[in-house]
């Protein structure tokens, strides 16, 4: 067999469902090969990045490795930035890419020729190179293992499309599936001190990350919560790791402060006495590069032990799987507390549910406001009470959406709202959201996209149709770069350059097969998205373009809305 034989015959034994991305000389022959799996679905992008963002999308809800191809040089240059994304979010992509001729290497004579290696070296867990035909099941093996073991991220294959031509006796072939190894649970006497920390606190509060939905642990989440009667808010990347319409729920915040979380979450922030941090790092988004506030302590678990005390200084850290600490954290509290004691606190439960109420009828006039061009908040508003979010998962993309969408939306079940974040590579959705309908085709998948991000991404819509991977695109179209236009509003006195855009994007989309139609007033919301819906249903999918408004600040947990965030 061919070394691409091989190799598809490690990823088929792995039970990989498809491959994503642009084939050509460098990688021709393991798409030939993969024309004896038809098991393994090809999925031809019209760009690389999005064959990188659309296995991103897969593996960020399913929680298995999604794959991608590219060839050597431009390819592999192309989907570096959708690996990037990955790494920065912990997601598990492989990365399969061509590269030169193993006698042409290193001369700088071939053509396209790059050092993958060390040039993805820093956005990737692990990074090989198949050197022999017959070492690809030992390479794979470890690719592979990288990839379902400890925390989660990116794994880059380098294949030299001789290897993956030259033949070798069949014999020699041998793989099977890699497990994933047992999980650890932290520290037992970590875990007690932690029990007697948090209890002793008197206003405890939970700070959940992406962390917990990897690990499937919200029910684990939820009993601790209740346990302590503690208010429990999420990072963006762990929205819907709590159920949001629980009645410990603050919603989206940060901590010492959140860019956009809610004021909610931060009212309740700014009084705790004691953080228990889960399955999350602290980075600017979530921190605001504030200080760590006097007299607060804080428990962290997380699976990663560098994530422990790289921004703040943990009182008792807890390293191991979240579901396994989470598990062991209840158990620990469970034996001190009295049954008669195990459930919220009434008082803690009346305090969350004023907090909401006010908060909302806060943002009310915003969220139900008749303005034209259209408040893109009321959009987001609106399609959360046309559909039935427990089928639903909603995404969204980098920019001015991300504070327009995950605000306000409420998540109710694990995944059913999957936030972005650290590299914010600007069209990631439209890939993912088709990546996360391939992972739940029984759910209405639907992505939150700016105009800016859509041009740089949009004609992949396409590979949506030809594939019949039946997505809602929510298209959010203020004629500009809003993020840009936010910034420059608050820290260039307003002077704006570089913002203005435009185009037919439902005429694009049209042309390209796809459900699609144009939104201009705020009565046209709720129907069209039914319409849309409907046509995701019939497997044909649907794109809804809302003119906004030009200029509509980001959320500020600090600032009330209308008096200029």
């Not at 090969?33 to 999005?50: D, F, N, S, V, Y």
């Not at 897969?58 to 999604?66: I, L, N």
Request: charged share 20%; glycine share 8%; with cysteine.
């Amino acid at each position: 067999m061919r070394g691409a034989d091989a190799l598809v015959k490690c990823l088929q034994a792995e039970g990989i469902p498809f491959i994503a991305g642009i084939t050509s000389g460098s990688t021709m022959e393991v798409a030939d090969a993969l024309l004896a799996a038809p098991k393994i679905q090809t999925i031809l992008t019209r760009h690389e990045r999005i064959a990188a963002d659309l296995a991103d999308g897969y593996a960020r809800v399913s929680g298995k490795p999604g794959v991608c191809l590219a060839v050597m040089g431009p390819g592999a240059a192309h989907i570096f930035a959708g690996v990037a994304q990955s790494y920065s979010d912990s997601v598990p992509v492989l990365a399969l890419l061509g590269q030169t001729v193993r006698a042409r290497q290193g001369a700088g004579a071939s053509a396209q020729e790059m050092n993958l290696q060390e040039i993805f070296r820093t956005v990737t867990k692990w990074e090989g190179v198949v050197n022999l035909p017959w070492r690809v099941p030992d390479i794979t093996r470890r690719a592979f293992n990288a990839l379902k073991n400890g925390r989660p991220g990116p794994v880059m294959l380098e294949m030299p499309s001789d290897v993956m031509a030259e033949e070798f006796d069949s014999a020699r072939f041998a793989y099977q599936p890699v497990p994933r190894a047992s999980k650890w649970r932290p520290d037992a006497a970590s875990t007690e001190a932690a029990a007697e920390m948090l209890l002793a606190a008197k206003r405890p509060m939970i700070y959940a990350g992406s962390a917990v939905l990897q690990a499937g642990a919200t029910p684990e989440l939820v009993r601790v919560a209740e346990l302590l009667s503690a208010p429990v808010m999420t990072s963006l990347g762990g929205k819907s790791a709590f159920p949001e319409n629980h009645a410990l729920s603050v919603g989206f915040g940060g901590f010492p402060q959140s860019r956009l979380g809610t004021s909610m979450a931060q009212k309740f922030a700014n009084q705790t006495d004691c953080l228990f941090a889960v399955g999350n790092g602290f980075r600017d988004m979530a921190t605001s590069v504030k200080t760590w506030p006097t007299g607060v302590k804080l428990v962290h678990s997380h699976i990663d032990w560098s994530e422990i005390h790289r921004t703040y200084m943990a009182d008792i850290a807890l390293v191991g799987d979240a579901k396994l600490a989470l598990a062991d954290l209840a158990a620990a509290l469970e034996d001190r507390l009295p049954k008669d004691r195990r459930n919220p606190k009434p008082e803690v439960v009346a305090e969350v549910a004023k907090a909401k109420r006010e908060w909302l009828d806060m943002w009310m006039p915003i969220l139900t406001s008749d303005e034209v061009p259209i408040n893109p908040f009321r959009v987001t508003w609106d399609f959360m009470h046309s559909v039935d979010r427990s089928k639903t998962i909603l995404t969204h993309d980098a920019g001015a959406v991300r504070g327009h969408s995950c605000h306000h939306y409420e998540a109710t079940e694990p995944f059913g709202f999957v936030g972005m974040g650290m590299q914010s590579e600007m069209g990631w959705s439209l890939g993912a959201s088709m990546g996360m309908k391939l992972a739940y085709p029984d759910k209405l998948v639907a992505s939150i996209i700016g105009d800016g991000s859509f041009g740089m991404v949009g004609l992949d819509i396409e590979t949506a149709v030809r594939h019949r991977i039946p997505t809602l695109t929510l298209l959010y179209n203020n004629s500009s770069m809003g993020i840009v236009m936010d910034i420059q509003q608050s820290q260039f006195d307003g002077r704006f350059t570089m913002v203005d855009l435009h185009g037919d994007y439902v005429g694009i989309a049209k042309s390209v097969g796809v459900h699609a139609e144009r939104v201009e007033r705020p009565d046209q919301i709720v129907p069209a998205i039914k319409r849309a819906v409907a046509k995701t249903e019939d497997g044909i999918p649907a794109l809804v373009e809302f003119v906004t408004k030009r200029l509509e600040p980001q959320p500020s947990p600090i600032k009330p809305p209308k008096k200029g965030n």
